[in-house]
């Protein structure tokens, strides 16, 4: 099974929360993540969304680096 499945399952334009059931941190460090610079988010006002498969590239691109 593919390991990205689950997150295959979620929709294509993640919110905050949607990153909350994903990784096991804070609400406060999603919003950390979401500050770095490089990750793929866009905002749009307030609000913060992260493309599903652009967070699927960056996690497959972490794991062949070795991070």
């Known amino acids: 099974m593919n390991m990205f499945a689950h ?3 979620k929709p294509e334009m993640l ?3 949607d ?3 994903i990784f096991p941190i804070s609400r406060s460090g ?3 993540l979401l500050r770095e610079p490089g ?3 866009i ?3 307030r609000r ?5 498969d652009a967070m ?7 794991i062949a680096a070795g991070l």
């Open 7 to 9: 997150l295959k399952s």
């Open 56 to 62: 699927i590239d960056l996690l497959a691109a972490g």
């Open 43 to 45: 905002h749009l006002g």
């Open 15 to 17: 919110s905050a929360n």
């Open 30 to 32: 999603i919003y950390d």
């Open 48 to 52: 913060i969304i992260v493309p599903r």
């Open 39 to 41: 990750f793929p988010c």
């Open 19 to 21: 990153l909350l059931e």
